[in-house]
């Protein structure tokens, strides 16, 4: 078991990775001081709701189980709803600690649940898919979707742990595996060229879910995510790195309709885009720009995006949550393995789309 | 104009006290860097509404305006829901500042929508009633209500500014006003055996509502609420002061039905109940629940809570949110001025009860 630490004061909290941990009664029971709650969704309760359960009720801690219904399409408010009327059915109290078994709909919806339920109550996190262990689960952020939008209603809430069991990967559909890679790819590109070349080095070893290369990429993640949380919990300057390709991602997305693309594969055309405008804009060069065009390629991650015309996109954009009054503001690379965030004039972002945006 | 700070560290705010400040356009700009949504109920709107939005706009914020309905009843999710939406629908970003403009109901839900809008944006209470004054405008607590229990979901989030009009209070039925008066009465018996005697010598006035007495009764109140607050943001420790009378209350309000008896008045009641108690553990004596009994009368509230048997009492103060796990902490007083928080034996509640719920 590796492990490291979010450091936000009295907030910190250790993020724990390795095989078989959903069954490690002591290091559940030593984050979670009383009673505890299980979420989970309807596809991954078969597969270890069972056992992490049994795991907390052998070390003692009275634990009841929440399952709900699966995808993306559950994260709303009736879904948040049915938790809270559970919670509230069993007279779950303040000292409840809510447990978040499963990919990133229900460590969101959980964590937003946490954050609300009687005003707050302590959660674990507990990702299951390679995008939830290097992203959605670290750093705070927990949302439910409006009809209107995305992750609109929402609130920072840090968890007590975030305990990640690489096994746990087995059972994830290769698709979802990969889009989670893109979020990998990110943290290379924008912190860290080492971290970079490394997965330029391992990718084969990560596709075939080599156990020893997928610890040192979900921490090496993770690490990257924690310290730029720690940095800036609020994101007001460079949490927003994390966004790198998400502002055109989210557009395709939306464009094509939520689920139609993974989040991940959406990012990883964004990250394209993003690599794109940085040569345009005399950051990096055109060799900066292939080497990210074949690492996403050899991910299996598209690196084209769907074509709407520039119009549709920088409407798109502009509707995104980040954007302040209608500004844009796009994450950038200074070079390779160093993130900006600027905006860029509307001329150059369509010349950008109509290289990448030919899908 | 009077002022006090409430000392949170980064997230510090003023309260300011006096008449006509609705249409104090320069404080509220001051407090509301970039746009406002105005967030108010259908009994509020007339009278004031239009006030403060052309003086937000006077000062060059652009407003747009919601309008709920009115009443504990609308203090749910789908009210939640409609204010969401109308800031989504207003492509609302985060820089906007909501701004309520009503009494509890409106604070809390208002508070709530800030909290959660967009993972948080700023807001300012601007409480209309003696209670919202006094109570639940400041410390930011917010919260709606869950059909399985009242504040059931909620989030700690502190305002940037609370703007107190007292001349608002002019338009308060007599019943409503008087039951603000049971939490200002509350403050000296917890915090200010000083302010207790004041009270006792300017009753008359603040039933007259006097603009002076009105002004100090409130800013005192706010400001032994923002010292308890800034010691004890979350709870833990001596906030639970403010709650004296409040097991009790809770548990007439809830036995009656949310409604039959206003907030204030079922406090009033739960802090004899609690100056009983005190006074059978040795704390205090007959004569101080006598003076207790006889400011509570004074000021037209009541002094005996409704029958419905102990045990009835007992769990539904089982139920509240404060219980851990099933027992019960009183608010109690060591002495007049002066409170201490501790769990009691039901047969020396039932006891209490006996004497207290005669109603």
């Known amino acids: 078991m590796d492990e490291l630490r979010v450091e936000l004061g009295e907030r910190a909290y250790p993020i724990v990775v390795g095989p078989g941990l959903i069954d490690d ?8 001081p009383a009673s505890a709650a299980v979420v989970t969704s309807e596809r991954i309760a078969p597969l270890y709701l069972g056992r992490i359960s049994a795991a907390l009720r052998g070390a003692g801690v009275p634990t009841i189980e929440i399952v709900l219904p699966d995808g993306e399409s559950a994260k709303t408010a009736a879904t948040l709803e049915m938790v809270y009327s559970a919670l509230l059915e069993k007279r779950c109290d303040r000292k409840t600690t809510l447990v978040a078994l499963g990919g990133g709909v229900v460590g969101d919806l959980t964590g937003f649940a946490a954050a609300t339920y009687q005003r707050g109550v302590p959660y674990v996190q507990v990702p299951t898919t390679l995008l939830a262990q290097v992203d ?3 750093g705070g952020k927990t949302a439910i979707n409006h009809p209107l939008g995305k992750n609109m209603i929402g609130a920072f809430h840090q968890p007590n742990l975030v305990l990640i069991d690489t096994a746990t990967l087995a059972s994830l559909p290769e698709r979802e595996y990969r889009s989670g890679l893109a979020e990998v790819i990110k943290y290379g590109l924008i912190d860290d060229l080492d971290f970079l070349a490394w997965l330029e080095g391992h990718l084969d070893a ?3 879910r080599d156990a020893q290369a997928l610890t040192h990429a979900i921490l090496r993640s993770c690490s990257i995510k924690a310290r730029i949380v720690a940095a800036d919990e609020r994101e007001s300057g460079m949490r927003a790195w994390l966004n790198l390709g998400h502002t055109f991602g989210h557009a395709i997305e ?3 309709g939520y689920g139609e693309w993974l989040h991940g594969e959406a990012v990883a055309a964004g990250m394209v885009a993003a690599a794109d405008l940085s040569a345009r804009l005399g950051y990096i060069g055109t060799a ?7 690492l996403i ?5 598209p690196v084209a995006a769907p074509n709407f015309g520039p119009d549709r996109y920088l409407g798109l954009m502009r509707g995104d949550k980040k954007s302040e009054a209608g500004a844009i503001r796009y994450v950038l690379l200074t070079r390779l393995g160093v993130a900006r965030v600027e905006p860029v004039a509307d001329a150059i972002v369509a010349a950008t789309l109509a290289t990448v945006a030919t899908g």
């Open 297 to 301: 390629a050899r991910a299996g991650l």
């Open 254 to 256: 939306a464009g094509l």
């Open 206 to 208: 990560l596709l075939a």
């Open 25 to 32: 009664a002591a290091r559940l029971r030593a984050s979670i």
């Open 288 to 294: 900066d720009v292939e080497r990210v065009v074949r």
């Open 136 to 138: 959605s689960s670290v």
